[in-house]
């Protein structure tokens, strides 16, 4: 039995924003100000940025299968692990869902033409491939060596490699970060259409505004604070070297304020993708709407309160460390509540097993076991001892990639119907969500363990006693990198042989879904009127559906 | 004894048992959490499969109740996280009184540790069992971090005329256990580490003592570079200097010119050193020049300890700036108006 309504054979529509301005060519991409083609521009870049990361974690995981380390040098190692963390986190997992969904969705999610600055749009496209040159430049003349986090003193007098030009890659990468959010901002508060109230607002603008918020406060800190070291490289200034009467620890404080929010960036926009999914393949309301949506806004204020919980051995005041601790406790309420409500949301619900839908709840999974043992980070007697070893390596892997990189690929298999208007084969994509679940936690979870046996971070080499995990690691990860690998070629495939798939191939509840797929140009031909609830499929006869469901108990559970 | 496959390392020192029992307090809760969550949600997949493609799920909004529980709950278990954690790292952080004293130095890529009688070692570290070992930290270069898993112990190594970090442990077991550096540092950082022995008192008594120790007595070394950086020619020993004598000065209240006092401890004497004019001692003139730069953190320690040799000789007329505090002195020094 199918477990999607048989549907008519669609024609992709005959107009739309892929082939308005074909004959144009490649100027009619590099200046377009259609969100939906800047989004796409997005996700060019951001893939490639993937790629590059990507291939450096496979070289970071061979070079591990041995004590003394299989593969390159030690100089080489340690520029793999930095590059591969400014690559993934400055270039891909930041801008990754609400540069490419997030553009591509809010306007048409709340019934607007476009982002309230099309062009402004553009210029963080570009703003973001001038940072992105600047890092490559980095990458290829010389490499990268400091670790993503560039403390200092090492970043800013000791490191021998290309700092300089990372350094300005990443502050000018930051611009990009802060308009997007500016451009997220005002759109959702102007240009709802009528009938489109804050609460009926899908829960990924919820996401994304909150998302925004933390771009637009945080960003211009560590841009700051990098510039910082930058300049005390070029000209010998004394902001952090303690020989002119610097202060190192100063610049994990500015630092780690930016780069602890930064982690919602990354993980609230994919939040918000779970929070589409989960109802719409349950075909229920989300439990919780409000609660969900408030715990977005929770995350991202709370957030700014936390940054010192990665200085706990630093020597900083126990009270500062107390008050951190506790803050970051309070931190993960609002988490907790998001997957609590997730869960509860399935309860009784028309549960189908599309590939999204397995992508969601494989991204609970991981983000449950990656927050969780947050609880264990944020306990100072604990943090003593698994600061700075693997065991926070896997902690922020299961945030960021089990998270964030789920979330982004679930999004993409949702959403991807919208934006080429085809499927992909459907059992090849559930084939996909589960490999990359299994790989991922064969990856990751093994990690864990060696943290706590004392593995620090950032090793090229290391104690025999130690190889068995690290072999379970590496072997884990061949695994991860065929689910990341399979849906990057049915997804191409799909593009020109996938079947068309209609306006609202699920279907969905969502505005997105109300236009043709891909959407014209103006996304709307006629601007919307909002009149439903979000995620109500009683009272929307327009989806064909509702026949043999089960009847509600009247408001029986408001 | 430990299985090949261990999942804890061996505990060592008195803070071990707290922090793993800490973690198993942690992972019960987390354990019981994550499984309830994915049991529900692989019970909720099969049982409310969709049966009929155009079905739709029960409308259910929500549940104030519910959301109450969720938040409370958590809450207070994290609460309960929280504080045990907190009592440990408090303890971990108030060294008590009664330590062997040891510094340890780290630079690009090596540790150089001075035991309390001048004993030097390179990526060793030698502790007797059962008792209090303080270490102070002190980084020629970048920041590193001293981590003894054995010990469930660390703590980051800060170049800087202001910090001086220490930690504190007290070995329970015998043996020889990996220390890391666990804070990146540059190319070798894999290669910073080495081993703490930890011997029973005795052994490490002869041990100490049979090492040639007289040749690196720190006290010595301090007094030479002390007449070598030519100190010796403001702060004399009888206080007629243009500078205060040191005499009786490490461990007492000094009294500031800003008229608050403070305790010279190490890492007074190392700031007053490295950057002389930060606190200017009550009674004097800022004339001292800055050896910022110019002392490596091994001299800085021997002029350390040699200023602290001085301790117990008599305190000179004029006075070295001591405030009359406390009834450690001799006698009084002079008040100066």
């Known amino acids: 039995m199918s477990t999607t309504p048989p549907f008519p054979e669609y024609e992709l529509p005959e107009s739309h924003y892929l082939n308005v301005g074909y004959g144009a060519g490649i100027r009619s991409w590099l200046l377009t100000t259609d969100h939906k083609r800047i989004a796409l521009l997005y996700l060019a870049s ?513 | 004894m430990q299985s090949q496959l261990p999942l804890y390392p061996e505990q060592a020192s008195n803070f071990a048992p707290h922090v793993d029992a800490l973690m198993i307090f942690i992972t019960s809760v987390c354990v019981f959490f994550a499984a309830g969550i994915t049991i529900a949600i692989i019970y909720f997949f099969f049982k409310y499969h969709r049966k009929q493609a155009d079905a739709v799920g029960v409308p259910i909004h929500g549940d104030p109740r519910l959301e109450a529980a969720w938040i409370i709950v958590p809450a207070i278990l994290a609460l309960g996280m929280f504080s045990w954690g907190a009592v440990v790292y408090v303890d971990y952080r108030h060294t008590p009184s009664d330590t062997l004293d040891i510094y340890v130095i780290g630079k690009q890529w090596m540790w150089k540790v001075q035991q309390p009688n001048g004993l030097k070692e390179i990526n060793e570290l030698h502790v007797p069992v059962g008792r209090n070992i303080r270490l102070t930290l002190a980084s020629e270069d970048v920041i590193h971090d001293f981590f003894v898993p054995a010990f469930r112990v660390k703590m980051d190594v800060i170049p800087g005329y202001n910090h001086y970090n220490t930690m504190w442990f007290r070995p329970t077991k015998a043996g020889r256990y990996h220390f890391f550096c666990s804070q990146y540092c540059g190319t070798n950082h894999a290669l910073m580490g080495g081993w703490v022995t930890v011997m029973e008192p005795t052994d490490y008594a002869a041990w100490l003592s049979g090492s040639g120790a007289s040749e690196a007595n720190p006290i010595a070394a301090g007094e030479k570079l002390f007449a070598e950086k030519a100190c010796v020619t403001c702060h004399l020993a009888n206080g007629t200097g243009r500078a205060p004598s040191l005499n009786g000065m490490y461990g007492a209240q000094v009294l500031l010119a800003d008229g608050t006092s403070v305790t010279a401890d190490d890492a007074y004497v190392r700031e007053s050193i490295l950057q002389p004019n930060a606190k200017i001692v009550a009674g004097y003139q800022p004339l001292m020049p800055a050896f910022q730069g110019q002392l490596t953190e091994e001299q800085i320690i021997a002029l350390t300890a040699y200023i602290k040799s001085l301790q117990s000789q008599p305190v000179p007329a004029k006075g070295s700036g001591v405030a009359p505090v406390k009834g450690a002195e001799t006698a009084p020094p002079t008040e100066k108006r």
């Open chain 1, 46 to 558: 951001v893939t490639v940025f993937f790629f590059i990361g990507g291939v450096f974690a496979t070289l970071i995981r061979i070079h591990l299968l041995t004590p003394e380390g299989a593969l390159v040098s030690p100089e080489t190692y340690n520029k793999l692990f930095t590059m591969h963390g400014v690559a993934m986190i400055f270039f891909f997992l930041i801008p990754s869902i609400p540069a490419v969904l997030g553009n591509f969705l809010i306007p048409i999610m709340i019934g607007a033409k476009d982002l309230a600055f099309p062009r402004i749009n553009l210029l963080s496209w570009y703003i973001y491939i001038i940072g992105g040159s600047f890092v490559l430049y980095s990458f290829s003349t010389g490499g990268l060596d400091t670790g993503w986090t560039f403390y200092t003193p090492l970043s800013s007098i000791y490191s021998n490699s290309a700092v300089t030009p990372a350094v300005i890659g990443i502050f000018i990468n930051g611009f990009s970060s802060i308009l997007t959010g500016l451009n997220f901002i005002v759109t959702i508060h102007t240009m709802r259409a009528p009938g489109m109230t804050w609460f009926r607002l899908p829960l990924f603008c919820w996401a994304h505004y909150a998302t925004s918020l933390v771009m637009i406060l945080g960003t211009p800190v560590v841009a700051i604070t990098l510039l910082l070291a930058g300049l005390e490289r070029m000209f010998h200034l004394g902001f952090f070297n303690p020989s002119m009467g610097g202060d190192p620890i100063l610049f994990q404080h500015l630092f780690w304020f930016y780069s602890h929010p930064a982690v919602y960036i990354m993980v609230l926009p994919a939040m918000g993708v779970v929070s589409e999914i989960i109802p719409t393949f349950a075909r229920k309301p989300i439990f919780g709407y409000s609660f969900i949506a408030a715990s977005s806004i929770a995350i991202a204020v709370i957030g700014f309160l936390v940054w010192a919980h990665h200085m706990f051995v630093t020597g900083e005041s126990t009270y500062a460390a107390l008050a951190f601790s506790f803050l970051s406790y309070l931190v993960a309420i609002p988490s907790a509540i998001k997957v609590f409500n997730w869960t509860a949301t399935l309860y009784k619900g028309s549960i189908s097993w599309d590939p999204p839908m397995i992508y969601a709840l494989g991204f609970i999974g991981l983000f449950t076991i990656g927050g969780l043992t947050g609880l264990f980070l944020a306990c100072l007697g604990l943090d003593i001892h698994i600061h700075d070893t693997y065991f926070v390596v896997a902690h922020f892997h299961y945030i960021m990639v089990g998270g964030a990189v789920m979330g982004y690929v679930g999004g993409l298999h949702f959403w991807w119907p919208k934006i080429t208007g085809r499927l992909y084969p459907k059992t090849l994509s559930q084939f996909a969500a589960i490999v990359l679940f299994i790989g991922f936690n064969l990856t990751f979870f093994p990690q864990f363990i060696l943290g706590y046996l004392g593995m620090p971070r950032r090793y090229h080499s290391y104690p025999p006693e130690f190889q068995v995990l690290n072999v379970l690691s590496t072997a884990g990860a061949s695994i991860l990198a065929l689910g990341y690998l399979l849906p990057m070629f049915y997804l191409i495939w799909s593009m020109r042989y996938g079947k068309i798939a209609g306006p609202n191939p699920w279907p969905a509840t969502g505005l997105e879904w109300k236009t043709d797929s891909p959407p014209p140009t103006e996304n709307f031909q006629v601007t919307p009127v909002v009149d439903w609830e979000p995620y109500d499929y009683r009272n929307r006869p327009d989806l064909g559906l509702v026949a043999g469901g089960p009847l509600a108990p009247a408001h029986g559970d408001d």
